[in-house]
């Protein structure tokens, strides 16, 4: 929501993790992972490789229910 609300791209080119510089999305799961989140931590080690939701249409998907609810909020009733 915070990526969304501040027009900050949550990916951007190659977003592989091959490359030197990750996308936002990347970092800010790293964050979350520095900073104790041991719920996620043990999901991404313990979920199949298709099911950890990291994927572009995940991105997509988190993207467009963000901007949904960032105009239910902005509308306030429209």
Not at 12 to 36: F, Q
Not at 39 to 52: D, E, F, I, S
Not at 59 to 78: D, F, K, M, P, V
């Amino acid at each position: 929501m915070t990526c969304a609300k501040q027009d900050i791209p949550l990916r951007g080119h190659g977003d592989d993790g091959k490359r030197r510089n990750d996308s936002n999305w990347r970092n800010i799961i790293r964050l979350t992972l520095r900073h104790g989140n041991t719920v996620l931590a043990q999901h991404l080690k313990t979920a199949r490789r298709n099911a950890t939701y990291t994927s572009k249409t995940v991105h997509n998907e988190l993207l467009q229910a963000a901007g949904y609810l960032i105009r239910q909020e902005s509308c306030h009733g429209c």
